[in-house]
């Protein structure tokens, strides 16, 4: 049983240009999605993944973009966010991009999963009960209070996922997660993507191997000349 409340966000964004130093990147995306999503999107490297995501996180201002999206399936309401930093912000507020090799502030593991959490003002021991979930789940139990610099990279992939997991996004956007990662690491980093599955959590992950067979997608996407293709997933 999740800790964390459940509800669908379906997003729809259009008209997505992006160029840089002249050349285009992406051209005309159209797309929806939803928080029961688990899309695995694929491309050759520099394909435009991570600038896509990129964009989607609000990180990254786009040429052009159309933005609406329904927060609960039940209504048929409609938002839109017209202006580039009104859409920068629902974007920043409903969806966590981890880069491949994320960025880990000095302190333990502890402190860097409740970090987001304090931010949200919950009690401490809601705080507690959270992230030693979280340290279950990504099974480095045992870690709490180990210094973030002393992990290896695979370690440092799972605890920047379970600090996105603790403060349940609409949507988390994995950039090439497994590329640091040793066999182990891989097994317990598929648990916690499974995890967030359950709890309604919209996964994009990206792979530049069409392969990622681990992970039970049901959509795939595929980056190619600036283009976007829905594949069989
Ligand atoms: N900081 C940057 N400056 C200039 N060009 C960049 C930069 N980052 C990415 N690009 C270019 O944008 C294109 C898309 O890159 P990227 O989104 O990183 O692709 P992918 O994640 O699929 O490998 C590539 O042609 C890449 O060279
Ligand atoms: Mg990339």
Not at 8 to 30: C, E, F, P, S
Not at 33 to 60: D, H, P, R
Not at 151 to 178: C, M, N, T
């Amino acid at each position: 049983m999740s800790i964390l409340n459940k509800q669908a966000t379906i997003l729809k964004l259009g008209d997505i240009n992006y160029k840089r130093n002249k050349q285009i990147i992406l051209h005309n995306l159209n797309f929806e999605i939803s928080s029961e999503n688990f899309i695995l999107m694929t491309g050759q490297n520099g394909s435009g993944k991570s600038t896509l995501l990129k964009i989607m996180a609000g990180l990254l201002k786009p040429d052009s973009f159309d933005l609406s999206y329904k927060q609960c399936v039940q209504t048929n309401s409609i938002e839109k966010k017209n202006s580039w930093s009104a859409a920068k912000k629902f974007l920043r507020q409903n969806f966590c991009y981890l880069h491949q090799t994320p960025y880990l502030f000095s302190g333990t593991v502890y402190d860097n999963i409740a970090y987001g959490l304090r931010h949200q003002g919950l009690s401490r021991s809601e705080i507690s009960h959270k992230v030693s979930e979280a340290l279950k789940i990504i099974a480095l139990p045992h870690l709490g209070n180990r210094n973030s610099y002393a992990l290896s990279g695979g370690e440092k992939q799972r605890v920047a996922i379970a600090r996105s997991w603790v403060i349940h996004p609409a949507f988390i956007l994995l950039d090439e997660p497994f590329a640091n990662m040793d066999k182990h690491s891989r097994n317990s980093a598929y648990d916690i993507i499974n995890q967030l599955k359950e709890d309604n959590i919209g996964i994009i992950l990206t792979s530049h191997d069409p392969h990622s067979g681990e992970l039970d997608f049901n959509r795939h996407m595929h980056l190619h000349q600036g283009g976007m293709i829905e594949k069989q997933a």
